[in-house]
């Protein structure tokens, strides 16, 4: 199995981008956006459907958005609960790792940034 190299983009000195396990962090001052893949494994598995869980804080879940190939909502957040569940279709997908970009609004500017994760080619 080839080794997959976990690429992470860095948007300026105050955000910053992290991994642990299963879970990818991003954080900029007092937001805080987790994406948790949830098959129990620190990769998303090719040619199958994928379940990612992505949780927030400080941020007006109306204004975050997520986009990516293949990339779909199953569950979204309302104010109460900041956690979304997406579902990831990898049948298709040929690369070794998946983008998926975010953005969102705070204090009336938008921030952007991308997860870049890996994919376990089997």
């Not at 990898?90 to 940034?113: A, C, P, Q, T």
Request: proline share 2%; aromatic share 12%.
């Amino acid at each position: 199995m080839k080794k997959l190299i976990l690429l992470l983009v860095l948007f300026g000195f105050s955000k910053a981008f992290g991994q642990s396990g299963n879970s990818f962090i991003y954080t900029n001052k007092e937001v805080k956006i987790e994406l948790k893949i949830n098959n129990g494994k620190t990769a998303l598995q090719h040619k199958e459907k994928n379940h990612i869980t992505i949780q927030f804080k400080n941020i007006d879940p109306r204004t975050l958005t997520c986009s990516a190939p293949g990339l779909r909502i199953i569950k979204g957040s309302t104010d109460e609960n900041l956690t979304t569940i997406w579902e990831i279709n990898l049948d298709n997908f040929e690369k070794n790792s998946y983008r998926l970009f975010f953005s969102y609004m705070k204090s009336g500017k938008r921030f952007s940034g991308e997860f870049e994760l890996p994919i376990i080619i089997n």
